[in-house]
């Protein structure tokens, strides 16, 4: 596992982010984790946030593409914070758009914030986490009404390797069959459990033997088909 991975998964326990116990999912399943990027409150922890989203990107899609579309409401940051950081680290200035809920009639007209996407745009999504990849299907419909744009691929931070909402596939497959571009995460959740179980961080074991049987107990009956293959 590459370096920076190891980190991003440290900053997320750090930032109180990743967390592990019991919780109740939006879509009701009873997960042993859960995730909130909404827990990145500080401009240190947008800027590293930024900072790990481009390396990725660059790693999985590199910087030849024109806009990052960060979706609202959370992909708002996440955008801002990833155009700034990769021009910092690769000198690449990439334009950053995302979408507004209601659509503005006064003064700054329309529905994007930021850089308009015009034919030929060629676009990187940015998201935080995608369990059922509704939001995508929200977002290729507003880039695909701006003109004839070419969606790169899409960038989360989490994959957390569940089924979406067809069959055995995980929602970032689903969504690579459905659209035809790539998906890809910073870490998935695999890596997490590789790196977390039984490891000690700061004085405390997130993943312990317990814990561990919870979160296989969890993916025997959630766990996307590559998940499962994997244990």
């Known amino acids: ?21 019991d919780f109740t999912l939006k879509s009701g399943r009873k997960s042993p984790f859960f995730m909130n990027a909404g827990s990145y409150v500080t401009g240190s922890q947008l800027r590293r946030l930024g900072q790990y989203y481009a390396r990725a990107i660059h790693d999985t899609y590199g910087v030849d593409f024109d806009i990052l579309f960060g ?10 914070a990833t155009v700034m950081a990769i021009s910092e680290l690769y000198g690449k200035d990439v334009k950053y758009c995302s979408n507004r809920k209601e659509i503005k009639d006064h003064g700054d007209t329309g529905i994007l914030l930021g850089s308009p ?6 676009v990187v999504i940015i998201e935080d986490v995608t ?19 070419e969606i790169c691929g899409l ?4 994959n957390r390797m569940e089924k979406g909402q067809r069959g055995e596939l995980s929602a970032l497959q689903e969504i690579q069959e459905t659209y035809g571009f ?15 179980h039984n490891r000690d961080f700061g004085g405390k074991v997130y ?3 317990t ?6 107990a969890y993916y025997a009956i959630y766990g996307a088909c590559s998940c499962r293959e994997g244990e």
Do not use: C, H, W
């Open 131 to 149: 369990t059922s990849g509704k939001s995508i299907e929200e977002t290729v419909p507003i880039l695909k009404a701006q003109g004839k744009v």
């Open 211 to 216: 814990m561990k049987s919870s979160i296989d």
């Open 117 to 122: 996407v015009s034919d030929g745009d060629r």
């Open 71 to 80: 979706p609202a409401y959370k992909g708002i940051p996440l955008g801002v």
């Open 155 to 158: 960038m989360v931070s989490l």
């Open 182 to 196: 790539p998906a890809a995460a910073i870490v998935t959740m695999e890596e997490v459990i590789s790196y977390l």
């Open 1 to 21: 596992m590459e370096q920076y991975k190891q980190e991003f998964i440290e900053f997320m326990i750090e930032s109180n982010v990743l967390k592990f116990g």
């Open 207 to 209: 993943i312990d033997d």
